[in-house]
């Protein structure tokens, strides 16, 4: 009886998600969502005028975004699933509010990693949903310390532009981490506290304390 009703409440919340995405080819879809958020993070450069610092922003954005979501992806393929990047016209309505400048509080959810599990066994589909969710954020985990270290460790010999590189690599991972970490549905965070709770106040800390450091 769990199983029929866990199985049924699956079925239509998927319907119901499946049903509001925009299907459109996947790398034109990440390409879209690449340039939404290289607006949220850089239409302040653009009206400044800056457009050096606008193409810097959407190179460093560009990699985050596409290593976040070949994570999920490749990580749902290795469990045996079928997944693909979409666009959900919600999100990307958000994330393009989003990037009117001086708007303090910034919401980046343009489209979403379908993944279609094999199973509906509950305990399964709860381990491949937060195996899944967890690659994204912690990519960008990686990236934010891994930038932190070549910074500390060349930071005599790199050129300004370099440092500015490496510093935006830590703000935008750190930020896109603690962001898809929220518990909130359909964020990767509420999947993963659904599987191991431990596992996402970790890495729901070590998010913030990067975002924190990137601040300084």
Same mark, same amino acid.
């Given at each position: 009886?769990?199983?029929?009703?866990?199985?049924r409440?699956?079925?239509?919340?998927?319907? *119901?998600?499946?049903?509001?995405?925009?299907?459109?080819?996947?790398?034109?879809?990440?390409?879209?969502?690449?340039?939404v958020?290289?607006?949220?993070?850089?239409?302040?450069?653009?009206?400044?005028? *800056?457009?050096?610092r606008? &193409?810097?922003?959407?190179?460093?954005?560009?990699? =985050?975004?596409?290593?976040?979501?070949?994570?999920?992806?490749?990580?749902a393929i290795s469990?045996?699933?079928?997944?693909?990047?979409?666009?959900? %016209?919600?999100?990307?309505?958000?994330?393009?509010?989003s990037?009117?400048?001086? &708007?303090?509080?910034?919401?980046?959810?343009?489209g979403v990693t379908?993944v279609?599990?094999?199973?509906? *066994?509950?305990f399964?589909?709860?381990? &491949?949903?937060?195996?899944t969710?967890?690659a994204?954020?912690?990519?960008n985990?990686?990236?934010?310390?891994?930038?932190i270290i070549?910074?500390?460790?060349?930071? %005599?010999?790199? =050129?300004?532009?370099?440092?500015?590189?490496?510093?935006?690599?830590?703000?935008i991972?750190?930020?896109?981490?603690?962001?898809?970490?929220? %518990?909130?549905?359909?964020l *990767?965070? =509420?999947?993963?506290?659904n599987?191991?709770?431990?596992?996402?106040l970790?890495?729901?800390?070590?998010?913030?304390?990067?975002?924190?450091?990137s601040?300084?």
């Amino acid at each position: 009886m769990l199983h029929n009703k866990y199985f049924r409440k699956h079925v239509s919340r998927v319907h *119901d998600l499946l049903s509001n995405l925009i299907y459109l080819n996947e790398s034109l879809s990440i390409l879209v969502t690449i340039f939404v958020i290289s607006l949220v993070f850089g239409s302040i450069h653009l009206l400044l005028g *800056d457009y050096i610092r606008f &193409i810097i922003v959407s190179s460093v954005v560009s990699l =985050s975004i596409i290593i976040h979501e070949l994570a999920h992806k490749y990580v749902a393929i290795s469990l045996g699933c079928y997944s693909r990047y979409v666009l959900h %016209p919600l999100g990307l309505v958000l994330t393009l509010i989003s990037a009117i400048p001086f &708007i303090p509080i910034k919401i980046i959810m343009p489209g979403v990693t379908l993944v279609s599990l094999y199973t509906y *066994d509950p305990f399964t589909f709860r381990k &491949i949903n937060g195996l899944t969710s967890i690659a994204g954020p912690l990519s960008n985990i990686i990236l934010a310390i891994i930038s932190i270290i070549i910074r500390i460790v060349a930071y %005599p010999i790199m =050129s300004p532009i370099w440092r500015s590189i490496l510093y935006l690599m830590l703000r935008i991972n750190s930020w896109i981490a603690l962001f898809n970490l929220i %518990p909130l549905p359909p964020l *990767d965070g =509420s999947k993963v506290i659904n599987w191991k709770p431990t596992l996402w106040l970790s890495a729901f800390i070590l998010s913030i304390i990067l975002y924190i450091y990137s601040l300084m």
